[in-house]
């Protein structure tokens, strides 16, 4: 019996365990029996005016777990989703993302690592590396794109058909040995999207920033980007089997109520519009989400914006203030109604002179005085700039007809890229190198030798604009065809202009989409510009050091933008044919049979009449005769002649079986 | 006992059928002939009601949105480019002004400065758009015209795909018409730079038209859809030294402005609205006309005519018209015609109440009145407006152009009118807007009786068919008589060779002629280098040419007429018709009015053909009825004759001048017809040869 008990008091024991844990880990981190922090959830918000009067909405959601053995598959914050599709699958890092809108480079930014990350082509993107064997990793990545179908609602499953991912090797991430990379970009987003995005945080939309998230104000925006993203832990707790992030980012740009005040020709009217969260998004934060670590609230001043208000205020005597603060807070442009809680400036060195700033409320203290809403007022006119890409690129389709046509990818200077380098470095020697991946279905039949590089309108010799290149050309119905290379362009470039000539392919009947005259898509190709960084560093504040959204700005990632989605137009059958296929089908069987019984029953009634009237000799049945005599003649006659005679045959007949054959086969 | 079973073999029926067409061939040929007029002239009556073919359109299922505040915006828009006109500033300053409406609305702003091209004649591009390359060698450097282009961008959408609004405007010269089309489509963009429903991007072309509507809308397609990057445009600007005004334009003082000289582009053309505001005196209603041919007859798809006809009626009231020849209107052949087929009509639904195809006169005067202008418009190959250019990238458009009542633009009341206007194009936009995919459903071979009706390809067929059938019957019975005269007449090796030789002779003679037809297409290529001035001298000497050039043709390879008799006109003719029919049959599938025009010109001429001396020599009544006739056929067939004939019938003989002819096709190759090459490469060539028969010499 004594035996017997003691199993069964140690098993009470671990089954109330995990239950215990959740009233332990409320408010803070899970605390590891180790000691150190085993699985944390951060939620943050981004509020950043735009120049052209839009507000920027950046929700960041940030689940950290290690990877540990002390209970097993189970996590307390963590989605068991994820994670069991990270375990199956041997994910080592994946993007997912769903776009509805253009990110525009020329007025929302192209150089901070907000659009430099956030701004994604329309539909879906996804792209996964796998600490799996080479061999495979493309069975890996078709089981990944179906789970995720599943989770999110989408036709993920789309990209599992080797026709529609590639393999990149340089070009779209640096350093990636297992990656698959694929876009849908016809795919609708919508509510049942963001549902099951929703449903992974821990909080859902229940608590905390994530209450923000009324449907009908997101979807109001003029860009809408929710994207999921899992990187390895940076903190290597065993060596071995490090942790995984879930970083799930809700990117957002709204125009503030008033949409447009009437335009007059002057440029006194350009106050940018007032706007609070509340009536931006919606709703305001009713509190924190309890399960989180940290909840903060950011609201950023750009580079441009901070520059202009130090000049405003430089020329503008103010009175109400004698000391002036560096942080800005009041200045005579616009009013925040909250005073932040921290302010953080951006430090090292900067293109432009002036620095970003960085306005932080954390939200853990607005529950006690009611909810947290945030109005900025602007008192007066303000006009900036953004930061911009150092070349701005388009792509676009040249030529007309169904037959042929080309690909244009242009870049054109911003003027950012001379105060990059023109001042420190020499301009001979110096090089911009820009990173082009471009994917091609294989329905559009790109010849990659008719590659033609222009540089400020002058046709260059491609081996000396081209530092490298990697081609794999398309396979009907198999492969699309993929390009990667490394542009080296002088640093004082103006413009730049790469065309890639193409013949437009036919596909079966069967392979068109219901809405087949719309065109056809070619995704996005990525540009990359490898030794420009969009990093931002603040200076360090005790409450933002964990940050994890300040985290991410600083990270050292390259500048990244997208092109436009091209729609080519194919020939398209008239899908109607069929009912005439059928129609003239049927008549020619028609035909063909009536004559055919025709001639087989009049050459037997000829033969009848041959048979009764033998006078008569038509060709025909000199023929037959003939045959006839030949056939009696045969058996003594030499055995040459036979033999050439049934060879004769032989050959003919082989040659009626092929033609079925090939008939078979290719008709 | 075998008696009755070996009768003689019976051929297939369908070669029965043949025998018995060919036997009675002049029976066939004139029945065939003048069903196939009938038909034409029933094709009115056979029309049928538009209807909106593809669902997803759903025009005029939203109500407009186009408020008052946009309109007066337009209005104050209006009044700064009359005033900037009166005070006579630069035309560089209004295109600013423009831009600035535009940029202020939020969209972006772009400048396209090109060089207008002196048309010339070139062989070698005549279907195919011209190669860019070539095309900078002959910009004319002195006088250069700067595009205006604004585009909206869907807030949600993709970007894919884009509308195009054209507004042809004359920064020097403008009136306050051209002026109130700035407005109207001012008014319309600046609510599509606020509205969310937006799917595709909306690009606003303001064509600077002092060189021609057409070339500054075909400059910018060509600029959006051909670029040319490197070394020639380079050529171009240091040729054409690219001056200051256009960089002038750049407003450096306003940041945010997105005004810049690049190019901008939006996705893949789904429609395009050219839209004019033209005074013609209407007394009592707005009313707008359509235009819709574009080179080589190419139709818009009928789609795109039906939702701004529906819209125009049902939802603005507006009075749609489309081209008619007014002149046939009048006609009195015309009205007799009509009021039999009412009678007709009458007595058929008197018969049996169900059958319903009489129509009244009056419409149907006017139907035939316009189904002419569609057929002509069609035929000529020549492009009706700027809504041309678009074709040629297999982009539909339309030209709408309003007219505003009298009433209302004496009393400067503008803004009803740009309301009404500006509904109608915003209620279009919204209908392609809506479009999931490009237009495909309805028709692009049609031809318009009323903006309201049209006939499909496969009525408008029928008559052709007709026309066109009794052709090979006829070139057929041809040879089997000539075959069966000679056989009757000859049995030996001999014959059977000089049978064969006529044969080919024939042969030769019509290949040779239509190599002929070749040059003298080519000559004006020769003549324009020549540097004649007067169009008459051109004709001259184009005529000269080519009788020259026929002379030469019979010196050296000899159209020399074998011994042989009665049979070879014969022959000659059989092998003409062949030729008829496989020409017209030909450019039936490249320009369907110009066949149809061809086949009701040379069809009659190329049947009835006969020589002229064994008329004479016959001299019956009847023979001399064919010689009158051959010999009015023969002129009306010679396209000179034909195109005088036409233009006196239409504008009176009295303004008829020799060298309308030559400025005539000048026009055509300007506008690269093919009208052009049937015209030397088929008609020419059969008339020549109908002329051979006609000519002949035993």
Same mark, same amino acid.
């Given at each position: 019996?004594?035996?017997?008990?003691?199993?069964?008091?140690?098993?009470?024991?671990?089954? $109330?365990? &995990?239950?215990?844990?959740?009233?332990?880990?409320?408010? $803070?981190?899970?605390?590891?029996?180790?000691?150190?922090?085993?699985?944390?959830?951060?939620?943050?918000?981004?509020?950043? &005016?735009?120049?052209?009067?839009?507000?920027?909405?950046?929700?960041?959601?940030?689940?950290?777990?290690?990877?540990?053995?002390?209970?097993?598959?189970?996590?307390?914050?963590?989605?068991?989703?994820?994670?069991?599709?990270?375990?199956?699958?041997?994910?080592?890092?994946?993007?997912?993302?769903?776009?509805?809108?253009?990110? !525009?480079?020329?007025?929302?930014?192209?150089?901070?690592?907000?659009?430099?990350?956030?701004?994604?082509?329309?539909? +879906?993107?996804?792209?996964?590396?796998?600490?799996?064997? &080479?061999?495979?990793?493309?069975?890996?990545?078709?089981?990944?794109?179906?789970?995720?179908?599943?989770?999110?609602?989408?036709?993920?499953?789309?990209?599992?058909?080797?026709?529609?991912?590639?393999?990149?090797?340089?070009?779209?991430?640096?350093? $990636?040995? !297992?990656?698959?990379?694929?876009?849908?970009?016809?795919?609708? +987003?919508?509510?049942?999207?963001?549902?099951?995005?929703?449903?992974?945080?821990?909080?859902?939309?229940?608590?905390?920033?994530?209450?923000?998230?009324?449907?009908?104000?997101?979807?109001?925006?003029?860009?809408?980007?929710?994207? %999921?993203?899992?990187?390895?832990?940076?903190?290597?707790?065993?060596?071995?089997?490090?942790?995984?992030?879930?970083?799930?980012?809700?990117?957002?740009?709204?125009?503030?109520?008033?949409?447009?005040?009437?335009?007059?020709?002057?440029?006194?009217?350009?106050?940018?519009?007032?706007?609070?969260?509340?009536?931006?998004?919606?709703?305001?934060?009713?509190?924190?989400?309890?399960?989180?670590?940290?909840?903060?609230?950011?609201?950023?001043?750009?580079?441009?914006?901070?520059?202009?208000?130090?000049?405003?205020?430089?020329?503008?005597?103010?009175?109400?203030?004698?000391?002036?603060?560096?942080?800005?807070?009041?200045?005579?442009?616009?009013?925040?109604?909250?005073?932040?809680?921290?302010?953080?400036?951006?430090?090292?060195? %900067?293109?432009?002179?002036?620095?970003?700033?960085?306005?932080?409320?954390?939200?853990?203290?607005?529950?006690?005085?009611?909810?947290?809403?945030?109005?900025?007022?602007?008192?007066?006119?303000?006009?900036? $700039?953004?930061?911009?890409?150092?070349?701005?690129?388009?792509?676009?389709?040249?030529?007309?007809?169904?037959?042929?046509?080309?690909?244009?990818?242009?870049?054109?200077?911003?003027?950012?890229?001379?105060?990059?380098?023109?001042?420190?470095?020499?301009?001979?020697?110096?090089?911009?190198?820009?990173?082009?991946?471009?994917?091609?279905?294989?329905?559009?039949?790109?010849?990659?030798?008719?590659?033609?590089?222009?540089?400020?309108?002058?046709?260059?010799?491609?081996?000396?604009?081209?530092?490298?290149?990697?081609?794999? &050309?398309?396979?009907?119905?198999?492969?699309?065809?993929?390009?990667?290379?490394?542009?080296?362009?002088?640093?004082?470039?103006?413009?730049?202009?790469?065309?890639?000539?193409?013949?437009?392919?036919?596909?079966?009947?069967?392979?068109?989409?219901?809405?087949?005259?719309?065109?056809?898509?070619?995704?996005?190709?990525?540009?990359?510009?490898?030794?420009?960084?969009?990093?931002?560093?603040?200076?360090?504040?005790?409450?933002?050091?964990?940050?994890?959204?300040?985290?991410?700005?600083?990270?050292?990632?390259?500048?990244?933008?997208?092109?436009?989605?091209?729609?080519?137009?194919?020939?398209?059958?008239?899908?109607?044919?069929?009912?005439?296929?059928?129609?003239?089908?049927?008549?020619?069987?028609?035909?063909?049979?009536?004559?055919?019984?025709?001639?087989?029953?009049?050459?037997?009634?000829?033969?009848?009449?041959?048979?009764?009237?033998?006078?008569?000799?038509?060709?025909?049945?000199?023929?037959?005769?003939?045959?006839?005599?030949?056939?009696? +003649?045969?058996?003594?006659?030499?055995?040459?002649?036979?033999?050439?005679?049934?060879?004769?045959?032989?050959?003919?007949?082989?040659?009626?079986?092929?033609?079925?054959?090939?008939?078979?086969?290719?008709? | 006992?075998?008696?009755?079973?070996?009768?003689?073999?019976?051929?297939?029926?369908?070669?029965?059928?043949?025998?018995?067409?060919?036997?009675?061939?002049?029976?066939?040929?004139?029945?065939?002939?003048?069903?196939?007029?009938?038909?034409?002239?029933?094709?009115?009556?056979?029309?049928?009601?538009?209807?909106?073919?593809?669902?997803?359109?759903?025009?005029?299922?939203?109500?407009?949105?186009?408020?008052?505040?946009?309109?007066?915006?337009?209005?104050?828009?209006?009044?700064?480019?009359?005033?900037?006109?009166?005070?006579?500033?630069?035309?560089?300053?209004?295109?600013?002004?423009?831009?600035?409406?535009?940029?202020?609305?939020?969209?972006?702003?772009?400048?396209?400065?090109?060089?207008?091209?002196?048309?010339?004649?070139?062989?070698?591009?005549?279907?195919?758009?011209?190669?860019?390359?070539?095309?900078?060698?002959?910009?004319?450097?002195?006088?250069?015209?700067?595009?205006?282009?604004?585009?909206?961008?869907?807030?949600?959408?993709?970007?894919?795909?884009?509308?195009?609004?054209?507004?042809?405007?004359?920064?020097?010269?403008?009136?306050?018409?051209?002026?109130?089309?700035?407005?109207?489509?001012?008014?319309?963009?600046?609510?599509?730079?606020?509205?969310?429903?937006?799917?595709?991007?909306?690009?606003?072309?303001?064509?600077?038209?002092?060189?021609?509507?057409?070339?500054?809308?075909?400059?910018?397609?060509?600029?959006?859809?051909?670029?040319?990057?490197?070394?020639?445009?380079?050529?171009?600007?240091?040729?054409?030294?690219?001056?200051?005004?256009?960089?002038?334009?750049?407003?450096?003082?306003?940041?945010?402005?997105?005004?810049?000289?690049?190019?901008?582009?939006?996705?893949?053309?789904?429609?395009?609205?050219?839209?004019?505001?033209?005074?013609?005196?209407?007394?009592?209603?707005?009313?707008?006309?359509?235009?819709?041919?574009?080179?080589?007859?190419?139709?818009?798809?009928?789609?795109?005519?039906?939702?701004?006809?529906?819209?125009?009626?049902?939802?603005?009231?507006?009075?749609?018209?489309?081209?008619?020849?007014?002149?046939?209107?009048?006609?009195?052949?015309?009205?007799?015609?009509?009021?039999?087929?009412?009678?007709?009509?009458?007595?058929?639904?008197?018969?049996?109440?169900?059958?319903?195809?009489?129509?009244?006169?009056?419409?149907?005067?006017?139907?035939?009145?316009?189904?002419?202008?569609?057929?002509?418009?069609?035929?000529?190959?020549?492009?009706?407006?700027?809504?041309?250019?678009?074709?040629?990238?297999?982009?539909?458009?339309?030209?709408?152009?309003?007219?505003?009542?009298?009433?209302?633009?004496?009393?400067?009341?503008?803004?009803?009118?740009?309301?009404?206007?500006?509904?109608?194009?915003?209620?279009?936009?919204?209908?392609?807007?809506?479009?999931?995919?490009?237009?495909?459903?309805?028709?692009?071979?049609?031809?318009?009786?009323?903006?309201?009706?049209?006939?499909?390809?496969?009525?408008?067929?029928?008559?052709?068919?007709?026309?066109?059938?009794?052709?090979?019957?006829?070139?057929?019975?041809?040879?089997?008589?000539?075959?069966?005269?000679?056989?009757?007449?000859?049995?030996?090796?001999?014959?059977?060779?000089?049978?064969?030789?006529?044969?080919?002779?024939?042969?030769?003679?019509?290949?040779?002629?239509?190599?002929?037809?070749?040059?003298?297409?080519?000559?004006?290529?020769?003549?324009?280098?020549?540097?004649?001035?007067?169009?008459?001298?051109?004709?001259?000497?184009?005529?000269?040419?080519?009788?020259?050039?026929?002379?030469?043709?019979?010196?050296?390879?000899?159209?020399?007429?074998?011994?042989?008799?009665?049979?070879?006109?014969?022959?000659?003719?059989?092998?003409?018709?062949?030729?008829?029919?496989?020409?017209?049959?030909?450019?039936?599938?490249?320009?369907?009015?110009?066949?149809?025009?061809?086949?009701?010109?040379?069809?009659?001429?190329?049947?009835?053909?006969?020589?002229?001396?064994?008329?004479?020599?016959?001299?019956?009544?009847?023979?001399?009825?064919?010689?009158?006739?051959?010999?009015?056929?023969?002129?009306?067939?010679?396209?000179?004759?034909?195109?005088?004939?036409?233009?006196?019938?239409?504008?009176?003989?009295?303004?008829?001048?020799?060298?309308?002819?030559?400025?005539?096709?000048?026009?055509?190759?300007?506008?690269?017809?093919?009208?052009?090459?049937?015209?030397?490469?088929?008609?020419?060539?059969?008339?020549?040869?109908?002329?051979?028969?006609?000519?002949?010499?035993?």
């Amino acid at each position: 019996m004594e035996l017997l008990r003691r199993p069964i008091f140690s098993l009470l024991l671990l089954l $109330s365990l &995990p239950i215990s844990f959740p009233s332990i880990s409320l408010g $803070s981190a899970v605390q590891g029996e180790d000691g150190h922090r085993e699985e944390e959830f951060t939620e943050e918000l981004l509020l950043k &005016p735009l120049p052209d009067r839009k507000v920027l909405a950046h929700f960041h959601f940030e689940n950290t777990a290690q990877r540990t053995q002390s209970y097993g598959r189970h996590h307390h914050l963590f989605p068991k989703a994820i994670s069991q599709l990270v375990k199956k699958f041997a994910v080592r890092e994946m993007e997912l993302s769903f776009t509805q809108g253009r990110w !525009n480079y020329e007025s929302w930014g192209g150089f901070d690592p907000i659009s430099s990350s956030n701004a994604k082509p329309p539909g +879906v993107e996804l792209w996964a590396t796998f600490d799996v064997p &080479p061999d495979q990793v493309d069975a890996s990545w078709k089981n990944l794109t179906h789970s995720l179908s599943g989770l999110f609602c989408a036709s993920i499953n789309f990209l599992e058909s080797s026709a529609t991912y590639s393999a990149p090797e340089w070009a779209f991430q640096p350093a $990636s040995g !297992n990656l698959r990379y694929g876009t849908l970009p016809r795919e609708a +987003v919508c509510t049942e999207n963001l549902t099951p995005w929703l449903k992974l945080l821990p909080c859902r939309d229940k608590a905390g920033i994530s209450s923000l998230m009324d449907r009908p104000s997101i979807y109001r925006g003029f860009y809408h980007s929710q994207r %999921l993203r899992l990187r390895p832990a940076k903190i290597i707790a065993d060596g071995a089997d490090s942790g995984i992030v879930l970083e799930q980012t809700l990117t957002v740009v709204l125009q503030p109520n008033g949409f447009r005040t009437k335009s007059s020709h002057s440029s006194e009217n350009k106050i940018p519009p007032t706007w609070a969260m509340s009536s931006l998004l919606g709703r305001k934060i009713e509190g924190r989400c309890v399960l989180a670590k940290s909840s903060n609230v950011y609201l950023q001043l750009e580079r441009g914006l901070v520059a202009e208000l130090n000049a405003l205020k430089e020329n503008q005597e103010f009175v109400g203030t004698t000391v002036l603060n560096d942080d800005l807070i009041e200045n005579p442009a616009f009013e925040i109604s909250v005073k932040p809680d921290w302010v953080l400036k951006e430090v090292g060195n %900067l293109p432009t002179g002036s620095s970003s700033l960085m306005y932080g409320y954390s939200i853990g203290k607005s529950t006690d005085s009611g909810p947290f809403d945030l109005h900025l007022t602007w008192k007066s006119p303000m006009v900036w $700039s953004c930061p911009r890409p150092p070349l701005h690129a388009s792509r676009f389709l040249m030529g007309s007809g169904n037959e042929r046509g080309a690909i244009a990818i242009s870049l054109r200077s911003t003027g950012l890229n001379e105060g990059l380098y023109g001042s420190n470095k020499d301009k001979e020697s110096c090089v911009l190198p820009v990173n082009v991946f471009q994917v091609v279905p294989w329905y559009i039949k790109v010849y990659f030798h008719t590659i033609k590089v222009f540089i400020d309108e002058q046709r260059k010799a491609v081996p000396d604009v081209i530092e490298k290149i990697r081609v794999s &050309p398309s396979e009907d119905k198999v492969l699309p065809g993929v390009m990667e290379m490394v542009l080296k362009l002088p640093c004082g470039v103006k413009s730049a202009a790469m065309t890639l000539e193409f013949d437009k392919g036919f596909l079966h009947i069967d392979e068109y989409p219901p809405d087949a005259n719309q065109g056809f898509d070619i995704p996005s190709a990525i540009i990359t510009f490898p030794n420009v960084e969009a990093a931002m560093h603040f200076n360090q504040f005790s409450s933002s050091d964990k940050s994890p959204l300040l985290s991410r700005f600083r990270e050292k990632n390259p500048v990244q933008s997208y092109t436009e989605v091209l729609l080519v137009p194919l020939t398209t059958p008239d899908f109607s044919m069929p009912y005439n296929v059928i129609t003239i089908t049927c008549t020619v069987f028609a035909l063909y049979f009536g004559s055919l019984l025709n001639v087989l029953r009049k050459r037997a009634s000829e033969e009848e009449r041959l048979l009764r009237a033998k006078g008569r000799s038509s060709p025909l049945s000199r023929l037959l005769a003939k045959l006839r005599r030949k056939k009696e +003649v045969e058996p003594q006659s030499s055995t040459t002649s036979s033999s050439l005679f049934s060879s004769k045959l032989v050959v003919k007949i082989i040659l009626v079986a092929a033609i079925a054959i090939c008939w078979q086969y290719f008709g | 006992m075998a008696a009755p079973e070996t009768p003689k073999l019976k051929p297939r029926p369908i070669v029965r059928l043949g025998i018995l067409l060919i036997s009675h061939n002049l029976v066939v040929s004139v029945i065939c002939c003048i069903s196939g007029i009938v038909a034409l002239l029933l094709l009115p009556i056979l029309a049928k009601n538009t209807y909106i073919s593809e669902n997803a359109l759903m025009p005029g299922s939203a109500n407009p949105m186009l408020s008052t505040q946009d309109v007066a915006d337009a209005n104050k828009l209006v009044k700064d480019l009359m005033d900037l006109k009166s005070e006579s500033t630069s035309s560089d300053k209004m295109q600013r002004v423009v831009a600035e409406y535009i940029s202020d609305l939020g969209a972006e702003v772009g400048y396209q400065k090109f060089y207008p091209q002196s048309d010339q004649f070139n062989p070698l591009h005549f279907f195919s758009l011209p190669d860019p390359g070539t095309l900078q060698e002959k910009v004319n450097c002195s006088s250069f015209a700067i595009n205006v282009i604004g585009i909206a961008r869907a807030p949600r959408g993709d970007g894919k795909e884009a509308i195009v609004l054209v507004t042809p405007y004359n920064f020097e010269d403008a009136d306050l018409l051209d002026a109130l089309s700035v407005g109207l489509t001012y008014s319309v963009f600046s609510l599509l730079t606020q509205v969310t429903w937006l799917a595709k991007d909306i690009i606003w072309l303001v064509a600077d038209s002092r060189c021609g509507e057409y070339s500054s809308v075909a400059a910018w397609l060509r600029d959006y859809q051909t670029p040319v990057f490197g070394s020639s445009s380079a050529a171009d600007s240091s040729t054409c030294d690219s001056s200051n005004t256009f960089y002038g334009l750049k407003d450096s003082s306003v940041i945010e402005r997105k005004i810049t000289d690049n190019f901008r582009r939006a996705g893949t053309m789904a429609a395009a609205l050219v839209i004019k505001v033209i005074d013609k005196s209407e007394p009592f209603e707005d009313t707008l006309s359509l235009y819709a041919e574009a080179s080589n007859g190419q139709m818009p798809n009928l789609d795109l005519i039906n939702i701004v006809n529906y819209l125009a009626v049902h939802r603005q009231g507006l009075h749609v018209k489309v081209q008619k020849l007014t002149s046939l209107i009048n006609a009195k052949w015309l009205t007799v015609l009509a009021q039999i087929f009412e009678y007709v009509g009458v007595i058929a639904r008197r018969l049996n109440p169900q059958w319903k195809f009489g129509i009244p006169a009056a419409e149907y005067v006017d139907g035939t009145a316009t189904l002419a202008s569609s057929l002509y418009n069609q035929a000529l190959g020549v492009p009706t407006g700027p809504h041309g250019a678009f074709r040629d990238y297999q982009v539909d458009a339309v030209t709408l152009e309003f007219s505003p009542k009298v009433y209302s633009m004496s009393k400067g009341r503008h803004k009803e009118f740009l309301v009404q206007g500006g509904r109608l194009i915003e209620g279009v936009i919204r209908s392609v807007n809506n479009l999931l995919e490009k237009f495909h459903q309805s028709f692009f071979l049609y031809l318009l009786t009323s903006p309201g009706r049209f006939v499909s390809v496969g009525v408008y067929m029928i008559p052709f068919a007709l026309l066109v059938t009794p052709l090979p019957i006829m070139a057929a019975s041809l040879y089997t008589k000539t075959n069966n005269l000679d056989s009757d007449a000859e049995t030996n090796d001999l014959s059977i060779y000089q049978k064969s030789f006529t044969w080919l002779n024939a042969a030769k003679k019509v290949l040779l002629v239509h190599l002929w037809g070749a040059i003298v297409s080519l000559l004006p290529y020769a003549i324009c280098h020549l540097g004649v001035s007067t169009p008459a001298m051109n004709l001259a000497v184009w005529s000269m040419l080519s009788v020259l050039c026929y002379l030469l043709f019979c010196l050296i390879l000899g159209v020399r007429s074998a011994k042989s008799g009665k049979a070879q006109w014969a022959v000659l003719k059989s092998a003409t018709l062949s030729a008829v029919f496989i020409g017209l049959c030909l450019m039936s599938v490249v320009n369907f009015a110009t066949a149809e025009f061809g086949a009701l010109l040379l069809v009659p001429m190329c049947l009835v053909i006969y020589p002229l001396k064994s008329d004479l020599h016959a001299g019956g009544l009847m023979n001399f009825s064919r010689m009158a006739c051959n010999l009015a056929l023969v002129l009306i067939g010679f396209p000179p004759a034909a195109f005088i004939l036409l233009k006196g019938a239409l504008d009176g003989f009295h303004s008829i001048y020799v060298g309308d002819f030559w400025i005539w096709v000048e026009s055509l190759w300007a506008w690269n017809s093919a009208t052009y090459l049937y015209i030397t490469m088929i008609h020419l060539p059969c008339w020549l040869l109908c002329l051979h028969v006609l000519l002949h010499t035993r």
